[in-house]
């Protein structure tokens, strides 16, 4: 380990390192958020999704399990620096659009006069779950926090209102996504919340896996893999707010009691009040890793998987755009011969070399506070089975959003369209990768001007309408194609029984009826809404 260790940051480093996994060169995947936060840094779930996936990728390993020294030294560094210089969120270019010469405007409905006003809504899974009974509201009463609970046993058209009210004017909105319903619609809603920017507490209890009943009925691999998906894409949507995600709920309720009583933000909540934190979650780390596989692989022309330290300081220069100083190749020489710094005379540029592990040590530690260098075009293109990070920065008129799989609708309809109307777009790859939304593809929808989300009734679709809701929370342009499942149908292998068709529509509806509310455009045909798109783009 001796020999990545460059200078006081790869020390530094080292230090947290060691005290999580002592002297391995390896950290496992379940281990990295934690050593993240021990060094006061606090990516998201979809942030450590990434890095993994990309080391993964980048040192061509079979399986995203764990993260090598050198790779977290890059990841570690660069999330440090970014929380030094400060790095803005992005403003999604679709929020700048305007619609008919002024501001779009939210359709909400006044506020009733006379309706108490509860400190906190009770939303999220209901029946047949009990955990409002059972665990919340107790809590709540012996914490002295009202609240509404939207679960009753007799409901009626006449509660429909008293609902709207109450989540509209709730100090906090709680939310319980539980594993015994397959809590479509909530999980629509709590995306579509955290996009509104409401003081936002959410539980997600993991499903157990393929075989787990939900209404009596045994859930196959496919649907446990699709509802798994729409809790982490929903995990990811609300971490990239600030907002921390809980696994118990009387810890939350704590927060929310916290949350109320000091009049703070949840995203002020931290590792002492026992929620994991999260901040900057929009920034794209990943990609760091991709650049520096790019720069050492251009200059290691006989693939031996090394470079003699002339090259180094050829990729160092390519990277951020300065030379690495007299002082920073010594100390590099004397890393990997263990003499001392001053003792170093000869500088062996062309005997000297070094591994790509030792490579990302030597960035880590002399690239300090400079800024990536942004290279016209990647020097080489790795195959990686998600948007490449060089295709997310540009700037596309439509993302091509929504269901996947079985779904042809982008290459038989969409895009076709598209090119007529000689409008660009950016097609989001179906891989492994897109069991959550990692910073590379949500950079891919910042930097689009018109989102259009097609749902349509060949797929289940959960965390493409999570991801739908969200993003007309947050005020972007978004266009809506949405077709209902049909009785008896067939998904993969699956066939859907009742309840499940019954559920997967009753979301469908609720992200419908949320649109025509935010004056969002919805379809049920694909060319009617890629035609509503170009009309959007071309009076841009």
């Not at 620096?81 to 779009?104: A, T, V, W």
């Amino acid at each position: 380990m001796d020999a990545l260790l460059f200078g006081n940051v790869t020390r530094e480093v080292y230090s947290a390192w060691y005290g999580r996994v002592g002297t391995s060169s390896y950290i496992p995947s379940e281990k990295v958020q934690q050593l993240f936060n021990d060094m006061q840094l606090y990516p998201s779930k979809s942030q450590v999704y990434e890095m993994l996936q990309c080391a993964k990728e980048c040192a061509n390993r079979s399986s995203a399990a764990y993260l090598t020294f050198g790779e977290f030294c890059i990841f570690a560094t660069e999330l440090k620096r970014c929380y030094e210089r400060g790095i803005p969120r992005p403003i999604q270019l679709s929020r700048l659009l305007e619609r008919d010469g002024e501001d779009k405007k939210r359709r909400n409905r006044r506020v009733s006069k006379g309706i108490p006003k509860y400190e906190v809504f009770l939303g999220g899974s209901c029946n047949p779950t009990t955990w409002r009974h059972d665990i919340a509201i107790p809590m709540l009463k012996r914490l002295g926090i009202t609240y509404y609970n939207p679960q009753v046993s007799h409901w009626g058209p006449e509660l429909i209102e008293l609902e709207h009210q109450a989540k509209q004017n709730a100090a906090v909105l709680f939310f319980v996504i539980d594993n015994q319903t397959r809590s479509v619609a909530s999980i629509i809603e709590a995306a579509h919340m955290s996009g509104r920017h409401r003081k936002l507490i959410l539980v997600i209890h993991a499903y157990e896996g393929p075989g787990q009943k939900i209404w009596g009925e045994s859930i196959s691999p496919e649907e446990f893999e699709d509802l798994t998906t729409g809790q982490m894409v929903l995990q990811d949507l609300v971490e990239r707010q600030g907002i921390p995600v809980f696994e118990s709920i009387p810890i939350a309720l704590n927060c929310t009691a916290k949350v109320l009583r000091e009049n703070i933000s949840v995203q002020e909540l931290g590792l002492k009040d026992y929620a994991q934190p999260v901040k900057m979650a929009h920034v794209q780390l990943g990609d760091k890793l991709i650049k520096l596989r790019e720069a050492f692989d251009a200059l290691d022309t006989t693939n031996s998987g090394e470079l003699c330290l002339a090259d180094v300081c050829m990729a160092f220069r390519i990277l951020t755009n300065r030379n690495l100083s007299l002082a920073d190749v010594r100390s590099i020489v004397a890393a990997q011969t263990g003499m001392p710094g001053n003792e170093v005379k000869d500088l062996p540029l062309e005997q000297l070399h070094v591994n790509f592990e030792q490579f990302c040590a030597i960035v880590a530690e002399f690239k300090s506070c400079e800024k990536w260098a942004i290279s016209p075009r990647p020097l080489r293109s790795l195959q990686l089975g998600a948007p490449p990070n060089c295709q997310s920065n540009c700037v596309r008129d439509v993302y091509l959003g929504g269901s996947c799989r079985a779904s042809t609708w982008r290459e038989d309809i969409a895009i076709p369209m598209l090119k007529k109307s000689g409008l660009t777009y950016f097609n989001p790859q179906l891989c492994s990768w897109s069991k959550r939304l990692i910073p590379i593809e949500a950079a891919a929808m910042d930097n689009t001007y018109v989102l259009l989300f097609v749902i349509s009734n060949t797929s289940r679709s959960l965390a493409s309408m999570a991801v739908a809701a969200h993003y007309i929370g947050l005020g972007c342009n978004v266009v809506l194609c949405v077709q209902q499942l049909l009785d008896d149908c067939i998904l993969g292998s699956d066939k859907l029984s009742k309840q499940a068709v019954k559920d997967y529509n009753r979301g469908r509806m609720y992200l419908s009826d949320l649109a025509n509310r935010e004056g969002v455009p919805v379809f049920e045909s694909v060319s009617e809404s890629v035609e509503c798109v170009i009309q959007k783009c071309n009076s841009r």
